[in-house]
């Protein structure tokens, strides 16, 4: 069975824009993390006997459950949206199952009705809600642990078109100065501009009185550190469907993980890297390098003629072999998040830095926001659809950025071996 990428997509998602505590991300949306019944897609052995992990996955997998108890406290703490707030009230006033136990560790309710949840339970709009909410809660009760003092606002929104989302945002932490975890649910009909834009890039849609309904769901996070030394990291998981006039329905995934440092390491740069292979690896060995050089196209500042950092991976208009088989790959992809990125910043948060260094991250952060408010495809959609909620599509920015004019590196420094790698992307796992 081969991958497929469809001709045209929506382009990046606009960005969003129980039991114990743990248990919601421990088991994933069809099972437990690291559990046989993930098959393979026809490559390699993987595709006969159920996923292997690699051991730096598997090995950070496993102390997963121990790190969700000791951050639930903190996230807790950081002002979680009451349970019993909201027009949907408390999934303990509903049945007490699987789903609502599952539901508790989320950082508020789902943004669908339990009750129409649990009625298509194998749809894949259900599987992939409940995937983007347990990721969003992994990531930040990972990102509380590590800073210790942070405070996530928790702010759940709705959208008079239809849907909404629920926005994480921790500012001014001990090791964060901001980092935001965000999803969104929404669905409505597509506005004609919007549908004449995939129509452009591939898509046969075919209108009805002037209409098209459409759901799209996605978790999209960019978490910025305060040391130099510490980098910052991106990522987004979207899912999309269409309905057109014939009652055809069309549907894609699309999302990524890439990283972007201040300052060149090598082992940071092999770890990561390795890290989203091993997870792109349970599905085909074809699948890391095709989305690793896609990503490296993709995340290109055109007027520097630089790379925003040092890449990962980002796949867009995924539809084949089957929808199940795409859904389990994303999967993977959002459980190699916390494993790829957090020892990262428990080994450089306590680094000593200069302030040329502190310089150096403010001006490489300015690149950041060229590229997110220029380039990126889901911000300027985003920005452009009616009914797009704007500071969840801005969570990415910075803080603090800073532009100088002129300012160019010394030759053969540390900061100039960066530009360099960022100029000529390397081969980071062989």
């Excluded at 002002?79 to 019993?84: E, L, P, Q």
């Excluded at 949840?117 to 509380?144: F, H, N, S, W």
């Excluded at 408010?373 to 603090?400: A, H, N």
Aim: glycine share 12%.
């Amino acid at each position: 069975m081969a991958w497929r990428l469809g001709a045209g997509a929506w382009g990046r998602m606009a960005r969003t824009g129980g039991g114990e505590p743990g248990a919601c991300w421990r088991r994933g949306a069809a099972g437990p993390i690291g559990a046989g019944g993930t098959r393979g897609l026809g490559h390699g052995p993987a595709a006969g006997g159920g996923p292997r992990l690699g051991p730096g996955l598997a090995a950070a997998l496993a102390g997963l459950a121990g790190l969700a108890a000791a951050a639930f406290g903190h996230v807790q703490r950081a002002g979680m949206v009451a349970w019993s707030s909201g027009p949907r009230g408390r999934p303990e006033e509903e049945e007490d199952d699987e789903l609502a136990r599952r539901c508790r560790c989320f950082m508020a309710p789902p943004v669908t009705d339990l009750r129409e949840l649990r009625a298509r339970p194998g749809d894949m709009k259900t599987r992939m809600e409940l995937l983007i909410l347990e990721t969003q809660a992994q990531v930040c009760q990972a990102l509380a642990q590590v800073d210790g003092g942070a405070r996530f606002s928790v702010d759940r929104w709705e959208r008079k078109e239809g849907g909404g989302g629920i926005s994480c945002v921790l500012q001014d932490g001990h090791v964060f100065e901001k980092a935001g975890v965000s999803i969104s649910v929404v669905h409505g009909n597509l506005s004609e501009e919007a549908a004449k834009q995939m129509r452009s890039r591939g898509k046969n849609l075919k209108t009805k009185d002037g209409k098209l309904p459409f759901s799209a769901m996605g978790v999209s996070s960019v978490i910025h550190p305060k040391n130099p030394h510490a980098p910052t990291i991106h990522f987004n998981y979207r899912y999309f469907e269409v309905e057109d006039a014939d009652g055809n329905k069309q549907w894609w995934f699309g999302g990524g993980c890439d990283l972007t440092p201040t300052y060149l390491n090598q082992e940071d740069a092999v770890h990561f890297h390795r890290t989203l292979k091993e997870a792109c690896d349970r599905h085909g060995p074809d699948l890391y390098p095709k989305f690793k050089k896609w990503c490296d196209e993709y995340f290109f500042i055109a007027h520097r003629g630089e790379r925003r950092g040092i890449g990962g991976i980002f796949f867009d208009d995924l539809d084949s072999p089957s929808k199940d088989e795409v859904f389990r790959f994303v999967e993977s992809c959002a459980q190699a998040v916390v494993p790829s990125y957090i020892p990262l910043v428990k080994k450089h948060r306590n680094d000593s830095f200069t302030p040329q260094e502190k310089l150096w991250q403010q001006l490489r952060r300015g690149r950041y926001v060229e590229f997110n408010l220029l380039y990126d495809r889901g911000t300027k959609f985003g920005l452009f659809t009616p009914g797009s909620r704007i500071e969840s599509i801005l969570m990415s920015l910075p803080l603090t950025a800073r532009w100088e004019y002129m300012h160019s590196p010394s030759e053969n420094s540390k900061e100039a071996e960066i530009l360099e790698v960022l100029r000529h992307p390397r081969d980071w796992v062989h």
